[in-house]
């Protein structure tokens, strides 16, 4: 049933859309100070996307958080519904795994929007950890490497726009290996980062699919250039 | 007044002839046809051209199953019909076109016409004043004189043939036929204010200005003349170019509600936008649907940092016409589709104006277009327009032509025939309720849809039989196909030539088919669901149509 009623709000909104997910640490170590932060960059970055009529309708967002688990805790197409959880810190970092999933999601909604005739914008993908993975190549299985073969692959094909933000104290060591671009968060401006993020996707909604956009200047959350 | 008889012979022998339904009903139409017409056309091995339209057109008034038509037209009707199958008998006529559920066989002429124009001289013979100037129109609207030629007559008791002209004005109308009795000239060409044949400059060669100046509101400004000057007012909105204020002009005091500035960003003025902009100012394209530069705004340091312009009112298509359905019916809740029809009408008469000055829009997207209420539009960024060698440095590939979709913005000019993909993207989407053309099944990127042509909308029998690896199942889901069945046929047929065939007509000839849909919807359209944004249901096909589709279909197996 509710398969076929997201079916038909696909299928009624002529906006092109552009698939977002994001990726959060939730490990351990976000504790205290920084998944206070990180939740109110949240919120201020879901409010500003309804707030605006064309983002709320082209914006299409999803978010997984890696802690104790990879868990979804937003999906596509819920963005108008859901009330979202506060997000808790605790257990390790399954950054591989979340962005395998991410990875899986977004090719998932891209199906749904061919069977719905729905154009859309490449995804987005948004990468948030603070530490090194526990599913690295530390491990038996190594699902970072296994997910940056992915993404990089996809980026390079411009298949997929990646953001790779490192938290304090992380390193920049296995995000760069997913490709795209890279930027450490300057200490807690979770809140400015996602001011940014809404405004980007607010510059992609308003230009056209395939083409080329110009982001705003990221300097209010970091203190590299793109 | 001297008469001009008209040579039939070479008239034969030069023209492809088409004959309209009108005509065909006239008393003296067989004999005319058979005695002086058909002798010719077998000298000169040559044949006319009978629509099925127009043979639909008289069959129907003869049989008249719905009992409207007094009898003496349906005999009408019934000798037209004969003298149609007499001359498709004798080898006179060739039986062509769509026999289908067309209502109105003169849109189908624009349209026959407009194709054909290029390839061969066409003449028309119809008692039709008003169709008459319509086709004539296209010898007027034609690009660059390509045209071959385009007569129209009307069969005539006494001469024979008579033929039309475009009115002037003033002249006097003949009592009888409602014909211009004598030749009249043409009215004069009115010169383009720009040049459509001048060299791309190459607008990544710049010069900074270094306008040091920042404005903001509350600062003066001075026209080129420096006698005017103008307070800036509040802000209206912003964008990646510039910022928009309102402004007073401090001579007369008054807050102007007509005008408003546009002022760069830093940097975002160079030497060549802003020859751009003078020569703009020096030639007015002056119309309301259009915020055309009208003066340049200078600091009292003479630096230039902006313009003034016509304001624009309402909402941009992207956020009203084209946005999710709540948004729409929030913002306008009171239009139907005579709305819609209108607002492209008022697009078009803003297109053509600034095609026929060899002005090209370049980057038309629904965000450069406004609309109110009252179904007026504005087309804003006008200092992005290509104009003479100065390239549009910007686009949309949303409303790009397949042909130059890869090539990058600003470095090449584009064509009237590019923008016309473009102006038909826009007219679909205003249509479509903000839905792409090329949204299909299985379809994806934009971009991609458009290089591959995939319309995937259905039109009619002739699609089965002309578009290959055309797929019933790809039209998307949702109330897409229903708006599309409620589309007339000759704005359908237009759009499936532009999107399946790359065949596209200009602004001229959109406005005189969408003026007939405008036209169709004030009447009174058969079928209620016509005029809703969104139908509930599909177009409901009059049942002696469907009738006579099956026993076409019967005949043809």
Same mark, same amino acid.
């Given at each position: +049933? /509710?398969? $076929?009623?997201?079916?038909?709000?696909?299928?009624?909104?002529?906006?092109? =859309?552009?698939? !977002?997910? !994001?990726?959060?640490?939730?490990?351990? /170590? +976000?504790?205290?100070? *920084? $998944?206070?932060? %990180?939740?109110?960059?949240?919120?201020?970055?879901?409010?500003? #996307? %309804?707030?605006?009529?064309?983002?709320? @309708?082209?914006?299409? !967002?999803? !978010? #997984?958080? @890696?802690? =104790?688990?990879?868990? *979804?805790? &937003?999906?596509?197409?819920?963005?108008?519904? #859901?009330?979202?959880?506060?997000?808790?810190?605790?257990?390790?970092?399954?950054?591989?795994?979340?962005?395998?999933?991410?990875?899986?999601? &977004?090719?998932?909604?891209?199906?749904?929007?061919?069977?719905?005739?729905?154009?859309?914008?490449?995804?987005?993908? #948004?990468?948030?950890?603070?530490?090194?993975?526990?599913?690295? /190549? +530390?491990?038996?299985?190594?699902?970072?490497?296994?997910?940056?073969?992915?993404?990089? *692959?996809?980026? *390079?094909d411009k298949k997929l726009n990646l953001f790779s933000i490192i938290i304090e104290p992380g390193t920049s060591e296995e995000l760069e290996t997913f490709g795209g671009k890279l930027a450490p968060l300057d200490g807690v401006k979770f809140e400015e980062f996602f001011q940014w993020l809404s405004q980007s996707v607010s510059v992609v909604s308003e230009s056209t699919p395939g083409t080329g956009f110009k982001l705003p200047d990221p300097q209010s959350w970091t203190s590299i250039e793109w | 007044m001297k008469k001009q008889s008209i040579d039939i012979p070479n008239l034969i022998k030069e023209y492809s002839i088409f004959i309209d339904t009108s005509s065909l009903m006239r008393s003296q139409a067989q004999d005319f046809l058979m005695q002086k017409i058909s002798p010719y056309l077998k000298i000169e091995n040559k044949k006319l051209v009978l629509m099925k339209e127009v043979t639909d057109e008289l069959f129907k008034i003869k049989e008249d199953k719905k009992k409207q038509q007094p009898p003496e037209k349906r005999l009408e009707a019934k000798k037209g019909y004969e003298t149609c199958i007499k001359l498709i008998d004798q080898d006179c006529a060739n039986h062509m076109g769509k026999s289908s559920s067309v209502n109105y066989a003169d849109n189908f002429f624009l349209v026959k016409f407009t194709e054909e124009r290029y390839k061969r001289k066409l003449c028309l013979i119809t008692q039709d004043r008003k169709l008459s100037n319509d086709i004539l129109d296209l010898n007027e609207s034609s690009s660059s004189g390509k045209a071959k030629g385009i007569r129209v007559f009307s069969l005539h008791k006494a001469e024979g043939l008579k033929e039309y002209f475009l009115s002037e004005p003033k002249k006097t109308v003949s009592n009888s036929d409602k014909l211009i009795n004598v030749t009249i000239k043409k009215p004069a060409h009115i010169k383009p204010l720009f040049s459509d044949n001048t060299k791309l400059i190459d607008i990544k060669q710049t010069k900074s200005l270094k306008i040091e100046a920042s404005i903001k509101s509350k600062d003066e400004l001075f026209d080129e003349s420096g006698k005017n000057v103008y307070l800036i007012g509040d802000k209206i909105g912003s964008g990646a170019e510039g910022t928009v204020y309102s402004i007073s002009n401090m001579n007369s005091k008054t807050i102007s509600s007509r005008s408003v500035c546009k002022i760069y960003s830093k940097d975002m003025l160079d030497n060549h936008r802003l020859e751009k902009l003078q020569l703009m100012v020096k030639n007015q394209i002056s119309s309301n649907g259009i915020c055309w530069p009208k003066s340049l705004l200078y600091t009292s340091k003479n630096e230039p940092v902006g313009f003034i312009m016509n304001k624009a009112e309402g909402y941009s298509l992207k956020r009203s016409l084209f946005a999710h359905p709540k948004i729409f019916e929030e913002k306008l809740p009171s239009w139907d589709r005579a709305n819609l029809v209108k607002v492209c009408l008022n697009i078009l008469n803003a297109v053509n104006l600034l095609h026929k000055n060899n002005v090209l829009l370049g980057d038309i997207n629904g965000g450069n277009i406004m609309v109110n209420d009252k179904c007026e539009t504005f087309i804003v960024d006008a200092d992005s327009f290509q104009i003479e060698g100065y390239p549009c440095p910007v686009g949309s590939p949303e409303f790009t032509a397949p042909e130059i979709q890869k090539i990058k913005f600003g470095t090449f000019l584009r064509t009237k025939d590019n923008e016309y993909f473009s102006v038909g993207t826009l007219l679909f989407m205003i249509l479509m309720c903000g839905k792409h053309p090329y949204s299909s099944v299985d379809g994806g990127m934009v971009t991609d849809n458009i290089e591959k042509a995939q319309f995937p909308y259905p039109f009619g029998r002739v699609d089965s039989a002309s578009r290959i690896g055309f797929d019933p199942s790809k039209p998307p889901p949702g109330p897409w196909r229903k708006i599309w069945s409620h589309i007339p046929y000759t704005s359908k047929q237009s759009f499936f030539n532009c999107f399946a065939k790359n065949e596209r007509i200009d602004g001229l000839s959109w406005s005189k088919i969408l003026k007939n849909y405008h036209n169709t919807l004030e009447k009174g359209a058969d079928d209620p669901q016509s005029y809703a944004i969104i139908p509930e249901n599909y177009k409901v096909v009059p049942q002696d149509v469907i009738d006579k589709f099956k026993n076409d279909k019967q005949e043809e197996t």
């Open positions: +049933m /509710s398969l $076929i009623l997201e079916d038909r709000e696909l299928a009624i909104n002529p906006n092109p =859309r552009v698939p !977002i997910c !994001i990726a959060l640490d939730t490990s351990a /170590s +976000m504790t205290g100070n *920084k $998944i206070d932060e %990180l939740n109110k960059g949240v919120k201020l970055f879901l409010d500003a #996307i %309804l707030e605006d009529e064309v983002t709320r @309708f082209s914006a299409d !967002i999803a !978010i #997984i958080t @890696f802690g =104790r688990h990879v868990e *979804k805790v &937003l999906d596509f197409g819920d963005v108008e519904n #859901i009330k979202l959880h506060q997000l808790t810190a605790g257990g390790g970092t399954p950054m591989g795994g979340a962005v395998l999933e991410a990875l899986r999601m &977004l090719e998932d909604r891209k199906k749904q929007y061919k069977k719905n005739g729905v154009t859309y914008w490449q995804p987005w993908l #948004i990468v948030m950890t603070d530490g090194m993975a526990t599913d690295g /190549s +530390m491990q038996l299985v190594d699902k970072v490497k296994e997910a940056a073969i992915k993404t990089s *692959k996809l980026v *390079k | -």
